[in-house]
Nanobody
Framework: QVQLVESGGGLVQPGGSLTLACAAS????????MGWYRQAPGKEREVVAY???????YYTDSVKGRFTISRDNAKNTVSLQMNSLKPEDAAVYYC?????????WGQGTQVTVSS
């Protein structure tokens, strides 16, 4: 049974920081491309960042220089360090694991950016 469990969401003031974590089980984690997506109310889910099995990273333009994705294959975890948060970063953040046709999602964690 595959599980992706996110943690670390919460309320933060603009300019603040949060670190999201995703713990994976039931997959050969090191082979998967792991990513973070987000969905704000009334908007489509969008990719935030992902990291390949070899460690190559991708960031959507709006988070470049502020967010950092990393993975720990020994612990089967992927993290998203989010700095300089803006109100427009508020959303439900989802962890994703992808390998060929296999595509798994976590349940999501809420990030609220507000003063």
């Amino acid at each position: 049974q595959v599980q992706l469990v996110e943690s670390g969401g919460g309320l933060v003031q603009p300019g603040g920081s949060l670190t999201l974590a995703c713990a994976a089980s039931g997959i050969i984690f090191s082979r998967y491309r792991m990513g973070w997506y987000r969905q704000a109310p009334g908007k489509e889910r969008e990719v935030v960042a992902y990291i390949s099995s070899s460690g190559i990273t991708y960031y959507t333009d709006s988070v470049k220089g502020r967010f950092t994705i990393s993975r720990d294959n020994a612990k089967n975890t992927v993290s998203l360090q989010m700095n300089s948060l803006k109100p427009e970063d508020a959303a439900v953040y989802y962890c994703n694991g992808r390998l060929f046709i296999a595509d798994y999602w976590g349940q999501g964690t809420q990030v609220t950016v507000s003063s």
